[in-house]
């Protein structure tokens, strides 16, 4: 699965970790988060996300 890192921070969606604090369990594609999701460091939109190569 792919990695996101949001384009404003610089944070990196990980979809083996998720983002159990935002609700999302481990293992959850970055394309299965709902789209109201905001980064939990700067609360940038999903859409302000990137993919990134491993």
Same mark, same amino acid.
């Given at each position: 699965? !792919? !990695?996101?890192?949001?384009?404003?921070?610089?944070?990196?969606?990980?979809?083996?970790?998720?983002?159990?604090?935002?609700?999302?369990?481990?293992?959850?594609?970055?394309?299965?988060?709902?789209?109201?999701?905001?980064?939990?460091?700067?609360?940038?939109? !999903?859409?302000?996300?990137?993919?990134?190569?491993?």
């Amino acid at each position: 699965m !792919k !990695k996101y890192q949001c384009q404003p921070c610089g944070w990196i969606y990980d979809p083996a970790v998720g983002d159990p604090d935002g609700g999302i369990a481990p293992g959850t594609p970055f394309e299965e988060i709902p789209d109201d999701w905001c980064c939990p460091m700067c609360g940038a939109e !999903k859409s302000d996300f990137e993919p990134i190569e491993d």
